[in-house]
């Protein structure tokens, strides 16, 4: 009978709002137990995608959920500034942020949308950026490998010899440089302490008449191009040159000449003082 009547107190309902709301209280937090066990011996799923962004504009990640999502973590490990996260708990709907700048935040609110956005983006946010999903399905990992460009400054003008020089100045990664009149070009690189690289292209030309040289400049953040008239050096330059030239020719010679001479007046007035 005793037993029976245990049975019985089991099987009863809460006889008041104040145990119902207990009673439901503590199945939530069971079957938040077993969802968390559930999710400890479940598959982890990872994806591992390359993105690339232009220096100063902004970045978005997406992060989409597969089903009903518990926690949400963005761990970054940026080139600059060390180990960044942002987490959100759907349950009590809470974000935390920990070494994070102002420049990256969610960019809607997270439980709405899980985006990550980086404002202005630079050469300091290169790097990982991993999302994490705690979901009732499992695991799942999302890894952004961010890479910043820089489009290089193009830089045209002319050398004394007159030939068109050609620079790609600070880009990243390096451009590539050509010329429309391909004929004989010289090129060197740079490399700076930020990683960005500046190309120098020379073009040598055979021909005295140039005349619109066009140099292109190829970059993952578009391509771009310039012309440029460089004269060869002048015959009125040369000219005053030879001029040059010759009247510190005939210098010398008159120095010689005005020695030579007082050498001989020497030795002749030596002869006298002799006789």
């Not at 019985?8 to 809460?14: N, R």
């Not at 987490?87 to 960019?107: E, H, I, L, P």
């Amino acid at each position: 009978m005793m037993g029976s009547s245990q049975q019985a107190g089991w099987c009863q309902k809460p006889t008041s709002p104040t145990e119902a709301r207990a009673a439901l209280k503590v199945v939530r937090k069971t079957t938040y137990i077993i969802v968390l066990l559930t999710i400890a011996v479940a598959t982890e799923l990872t994806e591992y995608k390359r993105v690339s962004e232009t220096v100063g504009k902004s970045s978005v990640l997406t992060c989409s959920p597969k089903s009903d999502t518990i926690m949400a973590t963005w761990r970054i490990s940026s080139k600059v500034g060390g180990f960044c996260t942002l987490g959100y708990r759907a349950d009590v709907n809470k974000t935390k942020r920990a070494n994070c700048s102002d420049s990256v935040d969610w960019k809607f609110r997270p439980d709405q949308d899980l985006a990550l956005e980086i404002r202005q983006v630079g050469i300091a946010d290169e790097g990982n950026y991993t999302c994490q999903l705690i979901e009732l399905d499992g695991n799942f990992w999302k890894t952004y490998h961010l890479t910043v460009l820089v489009p290089p400054r193009l830089i045209l003008s002319c050398d004394d010899h007159g030939n068109p020089v050609c620079k790609a100045a600070t880009g990243k990664p390096a451009a590539q440089i050509s010329w429309v009149l391909e004929s004989n070009s010289t090129s060197e690189e740079e490399d700076h302490v930020n990683g960005t690289v500046t190309v120098l292209s020379r073009f040598t030309a055979y021909s005295t008449n140039m005349i619109n040289m066009t140099c292109i400049v190829s970059h993952p953040t578009g391509n771009q191009s310039k012309s440029i008239v460089c004269q060869p050096p002048r015959n009125g330059a040369h000219f005053l040159h030879c001029v040059i030239s010759l009247a510190s020719l005939l210098s010398l010679l008159f120095l010689l000449a005005v020695l030579h001479l007082c050498i001989c007046c020497d030795s002749r007035i030596r002869r006298r003082a002799y006789v």
